[in-house]
């Protein structure tokens, strides 16, 4: 299948390539870092969801033009922040520079979202060691992003968990619920048609999809399988499809659900080839795709190759004394509110009572998905929502005051 082109990606991580693993396992990650000065509050990590990438956190609809660092990344930023951005395995837009060495691509399994866990790790380890910080890091991860960092800190017993502190978790946790048209989408199971199909003709093919299917003047990039081609020809003639003439908003929404609300973010829908939309979303590896779907059908996260019965994520001891919020959009089409409500409900059942303040929940009126971070209002109605969770928290005891650091 032929390449997608990027313009300019290599530039723009500019030697925040690290390779992490060994052996078969043997990946890249991209990690970049904004900061202004001293940075006061120390390290926070932003995590992208699948077929996203960092450039989530960097883009509003008002100042998407400025070379100066914007999006919530600039807002932590200028608010005394040292921010880092991940680029996980899943990161659909720096894919070709993560994958630039086949010795570095790994086997279609290893894109499950268990496996990127060691990402995530490796992140968190290289941000400690450069910047010497010596207490658990606040994380915030969107959508799949935020499933990510909710199982890190489920297996936070293991090992070699990373260290996390606060998180905020935006539009989905441990939890899975989506509207009828993405659940029934992953019931027609030809995900797994496309896996059977590609594992028997397996030659070091691609094991991706992406809207990048044409670009706007229709030359082909990245077309899909056959089962999914026809499946998105069905979608189309439905009432259930966007109604916008942006072909690649359409395939989007076939992929996820309806990403975002236009109102409040024209600018990036109707942007042009290779920017707007073509600038945020790239190849989703078919794991992730459907280790997602596999979530979406059970209703909770569990790992890669677990039965229904197989829920050890579901224990509610690691999130301990942690700060978590949790933030959606009440027009979410992607992730229906009901995943952070449930997610909201099973903590607070799980968690004694004196951490309960420990759990917030925001549902934003008017809010779908991506306008959480990129709607022209997001840094009034948002971003202090969610730098208000990333700070270190006191509890007070019949003993007194005293700081609580996380696991």
């Not at 496996?115 to 991860?141: C, F, K, M, N, Y």
């Not at 199909?197 to 706007?216: C, E």
């Not at 259930?240 to 109102?263: I, K, Q, S």
Request: hydrophobic residues 40%.
């Amino acid at each position: 299948m032929a390449e997608i082109d990027y313009p300019d990606v290599a530039a723009e991580w500019n030697g925040g390539i690290h390779d992490v693993g060994d052996g078969e396992s043997r990946f890249r990650i991209g990690l970049k870092r904004i900061s202004r000065g001293d940075a006061p509050k120390g390290p926070v990590l932003l995590v992208h969801g699948a077929s996203a990438s960092s450039r989530t956190f960097e883009v509003s609809d008002t100042d998407r033009q400025s070379r100066h660092a914007t999006g919530l990344a600039g807002y932590l930023a200028d608010h005394g922040w040292d921010v880092w951005l991940l680029d996980w395995r899943s990161s659909g837009v720096l894919a070709p520079v993560l994958m630039d060495d086949t010795t570095r691509r790994l086997p279609p399994d290893q894109y499950n979202l268990d496996e990127s866990q060691h990402d995530l790790r490796a992140a968190i380890r290289h941000i400690t060691r450069t910047t010497g910080w010596d207490r658990p890091i606040p994380v915030v991860g969107h959508c799949i992003g935020g499933a990510l960092v909710a199982q890190a800190v489920a297996r936070s017993r293991e090992p070699d968990a990373p260290r996390i502190g606060s998180i905020v978790l935006v539009a989905l946790g441990l939890f899975f619920n989506t509207g009828f048209d993405d659940w029934v989408k992953g019931n027609e199971r030809f995900l797994e048609e496309v896996w059977w199909d590609l594992n028997q003709t397996y030659a070091g093919g691609d094991f991706f999809i992406s809207p990048w299917v044409a670009d706007d003047e229709y030359r082909e990039r990245h077309p899909w399988p056959r089962q999914l081609e026809d499946a998105y020809t069905l979608w189309r003639a439905t009432p259930l499809r966007h109604a916008c003439d942006n072909e690649f908003c359409a395939r989007a929404c076939f992929m996820f659900g309806m990403p975002y609300r236009v109102t409040g973010m024209r600018g990036i829908h109707d942007g042009m080839y290779p920017g707007g939309l073509w600038k945020q979303f790239g190849r989703m590896p078919l794991a992730t795709y459907m280790h997602c779907v596999h979530h979406l059908r059970r209703g909770w996260m569990a790992p890669w190759e677990a039965d229904d019965a197989n829920t050890d994520y579901l224990a509610a001891e690691p999130f301990g004394e942690r700060r978590v919020t949790l933030i959606t959009g009440n027009e979410n089409q992607v992730w229906h509110r009901d995943s952070m409500d449930r997610m909201y409900e099973w903590l607070r059942r799980e968690l004694p009572p004196s951490l309960h303040t420990q759990v917030r929940k925001h549902v934003l009126a008017g809010y779908g998905h991506q306008d959480l971070f990129w709607s022209a209002k997001a840094p009034r109605d948002v971003y202090p929502l969610m730098e208000q969770g990333l700070a270190e928290r006191t509890l007070t005891t019949t003993a007194g005051r005293f700081a609580v650091a996380a696991i």
